[in-house]
């Protein structure tokens, strides 16, 4: 498997684009603060993630993109090819009613995803993930079949694959997120699992066992990892041992969500690596 970062995780660790700054790892800063040394110029986030913990892709949300032009975005593709860092998958962060009545509102959604799918494009990416808003109704689901047939029409023509991230509703259990999968068909339609929404369904091996096949991205989306690299908030080694279990071997992006963020995904990567190396031993 390769491990990748999840951009996500940065959110309150970036500076404005074009700032040029870099974050100091000399310290041992507040888990909670924002210090200016600690931010990083959005740019070199390639850079950060091969360098500084020699993670070898990049899980990015379409919100780090908010204002850029095309030479930024081609500006960011070229440092990720340079650092050996591609870009991967382009995670859209806002929920979508594909399987809504409302045809304008549908309209917007595919306008939207219209757009997340070029700058994918962009940037290089394999890959588009997005979730679906909840929606109740007999219909919904065969609403939901059809616009998402539609989108995945519209990514193969770009040569993306749409992944879809469990959300309550119709992608909310192992068994209607797969469904839905195979209802919309084709080889361009996938699922993007969680390992957190895997340890909240309270059998975190089962859960990953029925949604990894359809996966070609896994986000390791945990809590706080110790020092001795246990984590409290789910079985991490259940985790891992499930998704090779199905003989995924794509990328898994490291998103840690509470701690020091430079800390937590060093000691996330370094979990994760070392449970990879006792499933090959």
Sequence with gaps: MLLTLSVASLRNRLAPVGSGRRPDFSGTADADADADAELIDPMLIP????GEFDLHGLHLPTWLFKGWDAAQLDRFRDRADKAGCPCLVLAEETAHPMSDEDDEMVA????????????AHRLGCSSVAMSLTFSEGEDARDFARENLR???????????????????????????????????????IGSCPSFAVAGA???????????????????AHVG??????????????????????????????????????????????????????????
């Design 47 to 50: 850079a950060l993630a091969m």
């Design 108 to 119: 917007q959604s595919v306008e939207r995803m219209e757009r997340v799918l070029r700058v």
């Design 150 to 188: 539609d989108l995945v029409k519209r990514a193969e023509r770009l040569e993306l694959n749409l992944l879809l991230q469990p959300t309550e509703g119709l992608t909310g259990t192992p068994d209607s997120l797969t469904s839905l999968i195979r209802d919309v068909g084709g080889f361009r």
């Design 201 to 219: 369904s309270g059998d975190p091996a089962a859960y990953l066992k029925a949604v990894t096949p359809y996966a070609s991205a896994v986000v």
């Design 224 to 281: 706080e990892i110790t020092p001795d690299g246990s984590h409290d908030a789910f079985d991490l080694g259940a985790c891992v041992e499930a998704v090779r279990a199905v003989g995924y071997d794509g990328s898994v992006a490291v998103e840690p969500s509470a701690g020091n963020v430079y800390e937590q995904i060093q000691r996330c990567k370094d979990a994760l690596a070392s449970l990879l190396e006792t499933e090959n031993a």
